[in-house]
């Protein structure tokens, strides 16, 4: 779990520097949306002084408004449950993507303060027009350290482009959760997962709210 840990850190750091926005563009390519909203976000990360200081309340604001519209929920928990989603009732679905979902928000939201001087550099972008499914492909810059790879699986909706799955170092976020979720059905089903997921995600909302007190204190 301490591996998972870190790679979820790793991970939802750096997406949430590619999947911010004012707004939604519909009609621009993935490679340049994904780099026109990085920027906007680092900016926003850097400068603002309670994101820096740790205010879970402001992080949480920012990850709702700003990345949360460019993540397409359903898909990465029906990937990451695999063959079980199809087992799923309809209710349990809902309420197993409700419950990631909250999960990925609160694992940005401890995550996105750490951010301080990451640059993305892209790599060559290639897809055919007609695509509806494209991967863009980064690496991060740190002053310290090697580059870190950091590429997105993205589906063209209706919406507009939508991030389903990252891939950080060669590992995909789909393929690491799915391991976990098929171990924790196998011992207790869908319901059991959901609880777990549900215990998991009131934790987080504890520790969130501890946080936001000591900075609101302290500041």
Partial sequence: ??????????VVTFA???FAATAQATDEAPDALVKRISQEVLEIAKADREIQGGNQKRVLELVESKILPYVDFQRMTALAAARHWREATPEQQKQLTAEFRSLLIYTYSGAISQIKD???DFKPFRAAPTDTEVEVRSQVLQARGEPIQLNYRLQKTAAGWKIYDINVLGAW???TYKGNFAAEIGKSGIDGLIKVLS???????EGAAKTSAKTAKSS
Avoid: G
């Avoid at 215990?199 to 909302?205: C, E, I």
């Fill in 199 to 205: 215990d998991k995600n009131k934790r987080l909302a």
């Fill in 118 to 120: 990451q640059k993305l």
């Fill in 173 to 175: 976020l789909v393929e």
């Fill in 16 to 18: 949430a520097l590619a």
């Fill in 1 to 10: 779990m301490k591996i998972l840990n870190k790679f979820l850190v790793a």
